[in-house]
């Protein structure tokens, strides 16, 4: 059980598109979930915490109107990059929290965004 | 602030012991995890210790938690071509909800 879907995998878009990554959980209620980025050969970078119906929470340093983050549903969450640039191509990860050990992160298998 | 460290890589053989350390700051921590992410993949927990327990042995992993010295480590016995991975430990605290921190990630390499 709790397993955590991205959709797409991986994506190439022309510079100056928008992208929407969708998370879905698929066998629980994801009370939580979360959107990192990560670059090549280094650590998760959390980019905001969202909960289903309310407004996401960014970290520090990450533009809202660039990346915007929906939750529509407990078991939804999308994050779509908007007007994209190549600067903006990396590996994009969610993870959802719901059930499991306290603080348990399900991630799912990751979307590669390359912007040309 | 919290902050959570680990060494970025690591070699060994395959065959031999593998040990991978990580060290946190924060002492309310009621969670300590162990996470994989193989190649172009999402993260997957591996296995876990509780900030009361000492020890836990789960087949090939063992996980050690000093809490005086605030030092993490994961020992993979036997390490296969198969655990050529990134390792990433986690803190886990309670503020308000809980609050995951993460290492910078360990590159392990399994030599043939």
């Known amino acids: 059980g709790a397993v955590v879907s991205q959709h797409p995998s991986w994506v190439i878009c022309k510079s100056g598109t928008s992208v929407k990554i969708e998370c879905r959980s698929l066998?629980?209620?994801?009370?939580?979930m979360f959107w990192y980025r990560q670059f090549p050969k280094q650590s998760l970078m959390l980019m905001a915490t969202?909960?289903?119906?309310?407004?996401?929470?960014?970290e520090q340093g990450v533009e809202k109107d660039k990346f915007l983050i929906n939750h529509a549903s407990l078991t939804l969450s999308t994050l779509t990059v908007t007007s994209a640039h190549p600067e903006d191509s990396s590996f994009y990860i969610c993870?959802?929290?719901?059930?499991?050990?306290?603080?348990?992160?399900?991630f799912g298998e990751g979307s590669r965004l390359t912007v040309l | 602030g919290e902050d959570v460290e680990q060494s970025l890589f690591l070699s060994v053989r395959e065959g031999d012991s593998s040990v991978i350390n990580c060290t946190y700051t924060?002492?309310?921590?009621?969670?300590l995890y162990w996470y994989k992410q193989e190649p172009g993949a999402g993260l997957q927990l591996l296995t876990y210790?509780?900030?009361?327990?000492d020890m836990k042995q789960d087949q090939r992993l063992t996980v050690l938690l000093n809490k005086k010295d605030k030092h993490l480590s994961l020992r993979i016995a036997d390490t296969q071509t198969g655990d050529s991975a990134i390792y990433f430990c986690?803190?886990?605290?309670?503020?308000?909800?809980?609050?995951?921190?993460f290492g910078a990630g360990t590159r392990l390499f399994v030599k043939a």
């Open positions: 993870s959802a929290t719901g059930q499991g050990r306290p603080g348990e992160l399900f």
């Open positions: 066998d629980f209620q994801a009370t939580t």
């Open positions: 969202s909960n289903e119906g309310s407004k996401a929470t960014y």
């Open positions: 924060d002492s309310s921590s009621t969670y």
């Open positions: 210790i509780f900030s009361n327990m």
């Open positions: 986690a803190e886990i605290y309670e503020t308000g909800g809980f609050k995951t921190i």
